[in-house]
Protein backbone atom coordinates (compact mmCIF):
# COMPACT_ATOMS: atom_id res chain seq x y z
CA UNK A 1 0.00 0.00 0.00
CA UNK A 2 3.37 2.68 0.82
CA UNK A 3 3.87 2.28 -2.97
CA UNK A 4 0.64 3.57 -3.92
CA UNK A 5 1.47 7.28 -5.45
CA UNK A 6 -0.17 10.33 -3.30
CA UNK A 7 -1.53 13.08 -4.44
CA UNK A 8 -2.49 15.50 -1.62
CA UNK A 9 -5.19 17.67 -2.38
CA UNK A 10 -4.97 20.15 0.15
CA UNK A 11 -2.50 21.77 1.86
CA UNK A 12 -1.13 25.26 2.70
CA UNK A 13 2.57 27.07 2.83
CA UNK A 14 2.75 30.52 4.46
CA UNK A 15 5.93 32.77 4.77
CA UNK A 16 5.74 35.04 7.06
CA UNK A 17 8.98 37.00 6.49
CA UNK A 18 7.61 37.43 2.69
CA UNK A 19 4.24 37.69 2.76
CA UNK A 20 1.25 38.74 4.80
CA UNK A 21 -1.66 37.05 6.49
CA UNK A 22 -3.56 38.83 8.84
CA UNK A 23 -4.98 35.33 10.88
CA UNK A 24 -0.95 34.29 11.85
CA UNK A 25 0.65 38.28 11.34
CA UNK A 26 -1.47 40.04 13.61
CA UNK A 27 -1.38 37.34 16.99
CA UNK A 28 -3.63 34.47 17.06
CA UNK A 29 -7.46 34.79 17.46
CA UNK A 30 -10.35 32.44 18.54
CA UNK A 31 -11.21 29.23 15.77
CA UNK A 32 -12.92 26.36 14.93
CA UNK A 33 -9.60 24.72 15.47
CA UNK A 34 -8.62 25.88 19.20
CA UNK A 35 -5.14 27.32 19.79
CA UNK A 36 -3.02 27.57 16.92
CA UNK A 37 -0.28 29.25 18.22
CA UNK A 38 1.93 26.47 17.60
CA UNK A 39 1.58 26.84 13.67
CA UNK A 40 2.38 30.72 13.75
CA UNK A 41 5.83 30.40 11.68
CA UNK A 42 6.64 30.09 8.25
CA UNK A 43 5.92 26.98 6.83
CA UNK A 44 7.53 26.67 3.39
CA UNK A 45 7.88 24.41 0.76
CA UNK A 46 11.00 22.38 2.30
CA UNK A 47 8.87 22.23 5.47
CA UNK A 48 5.69 20.23 3.61
CA UNK A 49 8.11 18.39 1.77
CA UNK A 50 10.05 17.41 5.06
CA UNK A 51 6.65 16.17 6.53
CA UNK A 52 5.77 14.41 3.51
CA UNK A 53 9.04 12.72 3.44
CA UNK A 54 8.10 8.84 4.33
CA UNK A 55 5.02 8.84 2.02
CA UNK A 56 5.09 8.94 -1.72
CA UNK A 57 4.39 12.38 -2.62
CA UNK A 58 3.82 12.68 -6.15
CA UNK A 59 2.31 15.74 -6.27
CA UNK A 60 -0.19 18.50 -4.53
CA UNK A 61 -2.49 20.96 -4.33
CA UNK A 62 -2.66 24.39 -2.81
CA UNK A 63 -5.74 25.72 -0.99
CA UNK A 64 -5.79 29.60 -0.38
CA UNK A 65 -4.79 30.17 3.32
CA UNK A 66 -6.21 33.60 4.55
CA UNK A 67 -3.58 35.80 2.31
CA UNK A 68 -3.40 39.62 2.16
CA UNK A 69 -7.07 40.23 1.73
CA UNK A 70 -5.98 43.53 -0.88
CA UNK A 71 -3.83 41.31 -3.31
CA UNK A 72 -5.65 37.88 -3.39
CA UNK A 73 -3.66 37.28 -6.39
CA UNK A 74 -0.43 38.00 -4.62
CA UNK A 75 -0.92 34.60 -3.33
CA UNK A 76 -0.83 32.61 -6.76
CA UNK A 77 1.77 34.28 -7.91
CA UNK A 78 3.75 33.67 -5.16
CA UNK A 79 2.77 30.18 -5.43
CA UNK A 80 3.52 29.68 -8.62
CA UNK A 81 6.99 31.23 -7.77
CA UNK A 82 7.81 28.12 -5.73
CA UNK A 83 6.05 25.72 -8.22
CA UNK A 84 8.34 27.13 -10.85
CA UNK A 85 11.40 26.87 -8.26
CA UNK A 86 10.59 23.55 -6.74
CA UNK A 87 7.65 21.53 -8.70
CA UNK A 88 4.91 21.63 -5.65
CA UNK A 89 2.01 22.54 -5.75
CA UNK A 90 0.31 21.27 -8.90
CA UNK A 91 -2.54 23.06 -8.38
CA UNK A 92 -3.44 26.36 -7.49
CA UNK A 93 -6.86 26.90 -5.41
CA UNK A 94 -7.24 31.01 -4.69
CA UNK A 95 -9.54 33.19 -2.89
CA UNK A 96 -11.66 35.76 -4.13
CA UNK A 97 -14.99 37.52 -2.73
CA UNK A 98 -17.62 36.27 -5.33
CA UNK A 99 -19.94 38.86 -3.93
CA UNK A 100 -17.52 41.83 -5.41
CA UNK A 101 -18.58 43.56 -8.42
CA UNK A 102 -15.29 43.27 -10.05
CA UNK A 103 -14.61 39.39 -9.09
CA UNK A 104 -14.42 38.53 -12.62
CA UNK A 105 -11.18 40.83 -13.36
CA UNK A 106 -9.27 38.87 -10.11
CA UNK A 107 -10.32 35.55 -11.30
CA UNK A 108 -8.61 37.31 -14.48
CA UNK A 109 -5.33 38.15 -12.82
CA UNK A 110 -5.60 34.34 -10.79
CA UNK A 111 -5.62 33.00 -14.51
CA UNK A 112 -2.39 34.46 -15.17
CA UNK A 113 -0.55 31.24 -13.43
CA UNK A 114 -0.85 28.30 -15.20
CA UNK A 115 -1.37 26.35 -11.89
CA UNK A 116 -4.50 28.11 -11.30
CA UNK A 117 -7.19 25.96 -10.77
CA UNK A 118 -10.12 27.24 -8.97
CA UNK A 119 -11.03 29.09 -6.03
CA UNK A 120 -11.78 28.91 -2.26
CA UNK A 121 -14.29 31.39 -0.19
CA UNK A 122 -14.63 30.02 2.78
CA UNK A 123 -18.85 29.77 3.41
CA UNK A 124 -19.08 28.68 7.01
CA UNK A 125 -21.89 30.62 9.46
CA UNK A 126 -21.86 29.09 12.68
CA UNK A 127 -24.05 31.39 15.83
CA UNK A 128 -20.62 30.82 17.77
CA UNK A 129 -18.23 33.87 16.84
CA UNK A 130 -14.87 31.86 17.47
CA UNK A 131 -16.41 29.10 14.68
CA UNK A 132 -18.11 31.68 12.17
CA UNK A 133 -16.49 32.55 8.53
CA UNK A 134 -19.82 34.77 7.31
CA UNK A 135 -20.93 37.82 9.17
CA UNK A 136 -24.34 36.27 8.34
CA UNK A 137 -25.87 32.77 6.78
CA UNK A 138 -26.94 32.01 3.56
CA UNK A 139 -24.74 34.34 1.85
CA UNK A 140 -24.76 31.71 -1.50
CA UNK A 141 -28.14 32.75 -1.96
CA UNK A 142 -27.55 36.34 -2.45
CA UNK A 143 -27.94 37.90 -5.88
CA UNK A 144 -24.46 39.56 -5.79
CA UNK A 145 -23.02 36.31 -4.36
CA UNK A 146 -24.62 33.96 -7.65
CA UNK A 147 -23.66 37.15 -9.97
CA UNK A 148 -20.19 36.27 -8.72
CA UNK A 149 -20.44 32.37 -8.68
CA UNK A 150 -21.51 32.61 -12.43
CA UNK A 151 -18.40 33.93 -13.23
CA UNK A 152 -16.69 30.89 -12.17
CA UNK A 153 -19.05 28.75 -15.20
CA UNK A 154 -17.05 31.06 -17.39
CA UNK A 155 -14.14 30.31 -16.91
CA UNK A 156 -14.40 26.73 -16.41
CA UNK A 157 -13.20 26.93 -12.69
CA UNK A 158 -13.69 24.77 -9.45
CA UNK A 159 -15.43 25.80 -6.43
CA UNK A 160 -14.13 24.52 -2.65
CA UNK A 161 -16.58 24.61 -0.36
CA UNK A 162 -16.03 25.02 2.97
CA UNK A 163 -19.05 25.02 5.61
CA UNK A 164 -20.65 23.38 7.98
CA UNK A 165 -23.46 20.81 7.94
CA UNK A 166 -26.58 22.95 9.17
CA UNK A 167 -25.46 24.80 5.79
CA UNK A 168 -25.54 21.52 2.91
CA UNK A 169 -29.30 22.31 2.13
CA UNK A 170 -28.75 25.81 0.95
CA UNK A 171 -25.49 24.18 -0.76
CA UNK A 172 -27.28 20.93 -2.59
CA UNK A 173 -29.44 24.41 -4.51
CA UNK A 174 -26.42 25.76 -5.33
CA UNK A 175 -24.70 22.59 -6.83
CA UNK A 176 -28.05 22.05 -8.84
CA UNK A 177 -28.05 25.54 -10.16
CA UNK A 178 -24.66 25.55 -11.23
CA UNK A 179 -24.44 21.82 -12.72
CA UNK A 180 -21.59 22.35 -14.89
CA UNK A 181 -19.02 24.48 -11.47
CA UNK A 182 -17.10 21.29 -9.99
CA UNK A 183 -17.90 21.63 -6.34
CA UNK A 184 -15.19 20.25 -4.03
CA UNK A 185 -16.37 19.73 -0.35
CA UNK A 186 -13.22 20.65 2.14
CA UNK A 187 -12.41 18.88 5.14
CA UNK A 188 -15.01 16.23 5.50
CA UNK A 189 -17.64 18.88 5.83
CA UNK A 190 -16.02 20.52 9.14
CA UNK A 191 -17.99 18.91 11.31
CA UNK A 192 -16.38 20.64 14.87
CA UNK A 193 -19.21 20.50 17.38
CA UNK A 194 -18.35 17.39 18.99
CA UNK A 195 -19.76 13.35 18.53
CA UNK A 196 -23.45 14.57 19.36
CA UNK A 197 -23.72 15.92 15.87
CA UNK A 198 -22.42 12.87 14.36
CA UNK A 199 -26.09 11.93 13.18
CA UNK A 200 -26.82 15.16 12.13
CA UNK A 201 -23.80 16.00 10.12
CA UNK A 202 -24.34 12.81 8.17
CA UNK A 203 -27.69 13.49 7.41
CA UNK A 204 -26.45 16.62 5.69
CA UNK A 205 -23.71 14.43 3.76
CA UNK A 206 -26.21 12.37 2.24
CA UNK A 207 -28.23 15.67 1.39
CA UNK A 208 -25.37 17.18 -0.22
CA UNK A 209 -24.10 14.19 -2.04
CA UNK A 210 -26.84 14.11 -4.05
CA UNK A 211 -25.55 16.65 -6.37
CA UNK A 212 -23.27 14.80 -9.08
CA UNK A 213 -20.79 17.37 -9.37
CA UNK A 214 -19.81 18.04 -5.42
CA UNK A 215 -17.01 15.86 -4.65
CA UNK A 216 -15.54 15.59 -1.07
CA UNK A 217 -12.44 15.87 0.36
CA UNK A 218 -11.72 13.66 3.35
CA UNK A 219 -9.36 16.07 5.14
CA UNK A 220 -9.39 17.95 8.54
CA UNK A 221 -10.68 15.78 10.95
CA UNK A 222 -8.56 16.67 13.44
CA UNK A 223 -9.98 20.24 13.88
CA UNK A 224 -13.22 18.62 15.19
CA UNK A 225 -11.19 16.14 17.49
CA UNK A 226 -8.04 17.42 18.79
CA UNK A 227 -6.98 13.82 20.18
CA UNK A 228 -8.05 11.78 17.51
CA UNK A 229 -7.50 7.82 16.79
CA UNK A 230 -7.68 5.90 13.55
CA UNK A 231 -10.83 4.70 15.22
CA UNK A 232 -12.33 7.80 16.58
CA UNK A 233 -12.15 9.38 12.86
CA UNK A 234 -13.13 5.64 11.12
CA UNK A 235 -16.76 6.71 11.05
CA UNK A 236 -16.25 9.74 9.39
CA UNK A 237 -14.44 8.32 6.99
CA UNK A 238 -16.67 5.65 6.05
CA UNK A 239 -19.74 7.83 6.20
CA UNK A 240 -18.33 10.24 3.75
CA UNK A 241 -17.53 7.47 1.37
CA UNK A 242 -20.96 5.86 1.96
CA UNK A 243 -22.40 9.30 0.69
CA UNK A 244 -20.55 9.68 -1.80
CA UNK A 245 -18.83 6.78 -3.33
CA UNK A 246 -15.20 6.44 -3.93
CA UNK A 247 -15.45 7.99 -7.00
CA UNK A 248 -16.01 10.95 -5.54
CA UNK A 249 -14.12 11.33 -2.82
CA UNK A 250 -9.87 11.60 -1.93
CA UNK A 251 -7.70 11.86 1.14
CA UNK A 252 -5.81 15.19 1.92
CA UNK A 253 -3.87 16.17 4.93
CA UNK A 254 -4.62 19.48 6.06
CA UNK A 255 -1.31 20.28 6.70
CA UNK A 256 0.23 22.04 8.32
CA UNK A 257 -3.30 22.69 10.29
CA UNK A 258 -3.45 19.45 11.28
CA UNK A 259 0.23 19.36 12.41
CA UNK A 260 -1.88 21.23 15.36
CA UNK A 261 -3.10 17.77 16.09
CA UNK A 262 -0.87 14.80 14.56
CA UNK A 263 2.06 13.76 11.97
CA UNK A 264 1.61 13.56 8.63
CA UNK A 265 2.66 9.95 8.82
CA UNK A 266 -0.21 9.70 11.04
CA UNK A 267 -2.70 11.20 8.85
CA UNK A 268 -1.82 8.99 5.74
CA UNK A 269 -1.38 5.34 8.35
CA UNK A 270 -4.62 6.44 9.27
CA UNK A 271 -6.49 6.41 6.01
CA UNK A 272 -4.78 3.07 4.95
CA UNK A 273 -5.93 1.22 7.73
CA UNK A 274 -9.28 2.63 7.15
CA UNK A 275 -8.94 1.31 3.70
CA UNK A 276 -6.94 -1.42 3.93
CA UNK A 277 -9.71 -4.08 2.40
CA UNK A 278 -10.78 -2.23 0.21
CA UNK A 279 -9.79 -2.99 -3.60
CA UNK A 280 -6.38 -2.01 -4.82
CA UNK A 281 -8.34 0.40 -7.80
CA UNK A 282 -10.63 2.13 -5.03
CA UNK A 283 -7.46 2.82 -3.00
CA UNK A 284 -5.56 4.42 -5.48
CA UNK A 285 -8.45 6.67 -6.47
CA UNK A 286 -8.95 7.47 -3.57
CA UNK A 287 -5.48 8.43 -2.51
CA UNK A 288 -3.97 9.42 -6.25
CA UNK A 289 -7.04 9.44 -9.23
CA UNK A 290 -9.38 11.38 -8.43
CA UNK A 291 -7.41 13.85 -6.89
CA UNK A 292 -5.83 14.33 -10.24
CA UNK A 293 -9.49 14.51 -12.19
CA UNK A 294 -11.03 16.53 -10.15
CA UNK A 295 -8.02 19.50 -9.92
CA UNK A 296 -6.72 18.56 -13.46
CA UNK A 297 -2.96 17.97 -12.55
Request: contains cysteine.
Amino acid sequence: MDDIPFIDPHHHLWDLEENYYPWLSDGVKPSAFGDYTAIVKSYRIEDYLDDAKNQNLVKSVHLDVGFDPKDPAGETRWLQGVADKHGFPHGIVGYADLSKPDVGDLLDRHMEYANFRGIRQSMNYHPDPAKTYQARPEVSRTPEWRRGFRELTKRRLSFDLQLYYPQMAEFLDLARDFPDVQIILNHTGMQVDGPEHFAAWRQGMRTLAQAPNVACKISGLGMGDWTWTTQSIRPYVEEAIAAFGVERCMFATNFPVDKLFSSFDAILKAFKEITKNYPQAERVALFHDNAERFYRL
